[in-house]
C-alpha cells in the first residue's frame, strides 16, 4: 500500500511503499477515500522540521470505508462496508482501534458526502470549544484566526447562537469566506487595527468573549490583542497551538477575566461528533466553500507547498486517495 512519510530536510514528503497493515480483534481496517491536511500540526510541526518525523502522526482527518473488522469491532456494531471517519495518519489503508472515549473512528451517516466527511475531527471540536467558550445569546464573540478550525469555530458559534460574531484575519481569501460563512463583521488586519475596531464595535467596553485561534508564531501577537480586545468579567479562550515559545500572559491584563484552555470540553466527546455529523449532513456547518483545493495523493508533496506557501491561495485541501496503488 502507499502511505505518506516524511524524510529529513524541510518540506521533504513523499508517497512510499509499505506494509498493511495488521488487524487486531479491537481494530477496524479501512481503505482511505479523501483526507485532509491540517497546516497547525501538518505543516508548521511536521512539514517544517528538519528531521524524519514518523507515519505515525502524518495526519489525522481521513474518511474511507471498512474493508475488515476484528471480533472485539464488529461487536462494537462496525462491519465491512462502513463509511467511517477516522483519526488516523494519510495512508491508504489504516488500522484504527475502536476506543469509544475516544472517538478514533466512527460510522458517518450517507448524507455527509465524502468531501466533507475529513472535517469530521475539526467541526466536532469546534461544537465543542462554542460550549465551552461559554458564549450566551446576547453577546459579543470575537474569533482571531479565520484558518479552517477559526472558521469552523466561527460558525459553530454562529449555529449556537450569540448576538454578534466578529472575525480578525491576515489573508483577504479568509476575511472574504468568514463573512461569507457567517461573521456579522470580519477584520482585516491589513485595513484596520482590529483591537481599535473591536473596541470601537463594542462601544469602548471590549467583546464579551473572545476566541484566539492563530497557531504559530504569529499567535504571540494575536494573544496580546486577545487580551485587548475582551472586556472586564469577560471569557478569553485559547485554541491555537504551536507558537515556538511561552505566551506572555500579562497579570494585570487578565485580572477579572476568565481564561479558558482549548481542550476543556464540558460533555463528553460522542455528545459533539453526533451534533458535527448533523451539522456538515446538512451544511450548517460550511465547508464546501473552504475546500479551495483536491490533489490526487500522487501530487500531496504539491499539496503541501501550496499549504506551506500559498496561504494566499488556500485554506482547505483534500488528498484523493481512490486511484493510489
Known amino acids: 500500500m502507499k502511505r ?18 495488521q488487524l487486531t480483534s479491537r481494530s477496524v481496517l479501512v481503505r482511505a477515500h479523501t483526507s485532509l491536511i491540517s497546516r497547525g500540526s501538518e505543516i508548521l510541526r ?25 471480533d472485539e469491532a464488529r461487536a462494537a456494531g462496525f462491519v465491512p462496508g462502513d463509511r467511517v471517519f477516522a483519526l488516523s495518519p494519510h495512508a491508504e489503508y489504516v488500522a484504527v482501534d475502536v476506543e469509544p472515549e475516544r472517538m478514533r473512528v466512527r460510522t458517518l451517516p450517507a448524507a455527509v458526502p465524502w468531501h466533507r466527511a475529513p472535517f469530521q475531527s475539526l467541526a466536532q471540536a469546534a461544537v465543542a470549544w462554542a460550549e465551552a467558550s461559554q458564549a450566551r445569546a446576547t453577546d459579543t464573540v470575537v474569533v482571531l484566526g ?10 459553530a458559534h454562529r449555529v ?12 483577504e481569501i479568509r476575511v472574504r469566506l468568514s463573512a461569507e460563512l457567517g461573521a456579522d463583521v470580519a ?3 491589513g485595513q484596520v487595527d482590529a483591537v481599535a475596531e473591536v473596541r470601537r464595535l463594542t462601544d469602548g467596553r471590549g467583546a464579551d468573549v473572545v476566541v484566539d485561534c492563530v497557531g504559530g508564531p504569529p499567535g504571540l501577537q494575536s494573544f496580546q490583542d ?14 491555537g497551538l504551536y507558537h515556538g515559545q511561552p505566551l506572555s500572559l500579562d497579570s494585570g491584563k487578565i485580572q477579572r477575566k476568565l481564561l479558558i484552555g482549548g481542550y476543556h470540553i464540558p460533555r463528553p466527546l460522542g455528545v459533539y461528533a453526533d451534533r458535527a455529523a448533523e451539522l456538515l449532513a446538512t451544511g450548517r456547518l460550511a465547508v464546501d466553500q473552504l475546500i479551495t483545493h483536491r ?16 496561504l494566499d491561495k488556500a485554506v482547505g485541501v483534500l488528498l484523493e486517495w481512490t486511484a493510489a496503488g
Open 160 to 171: 449556537r447562537g450569540v448576538a454578534r460574531v466578529i472575525t480578525v484575519d491576515t489573508l
Open 226 to 239: 486577545a487580551l485587548e480586545m475582551v472586556k472586564d468579567d469577560g471569557i478569553l479562550h485559547l485554541i
Open 4 to 21: 505518506l512519510a516524511k524524510g529529513e530536510g524541510y518540506g521533504n514528503v513523499y508517497l512510499e511503499d509499505a506494509d498493511m497493515p
Open 146 to 155: 479565520q484558518g479552517l478550525v477559526g472558521n469552523l469555530v466561527m460558525q
Open 46 to 70: 511536521r512539514y517544517r522540521a528538519e528531521g524524519p518525523v514518523d507515519p505515525a502522526i502524518m495526519g489525522y482527518s481521513l474518511a474511507g470505508t471498512v474493508t475488515a473488522v476484528g
Open 187 to 189: 477584520l482585516s488586519t
Open 295 to 310: 490533489f490526487p495523493v500522487e501530487r500531496a508533496p504539491e499539496a503541501f507547498a501550496l499549504l506551506d506557501q500559498h
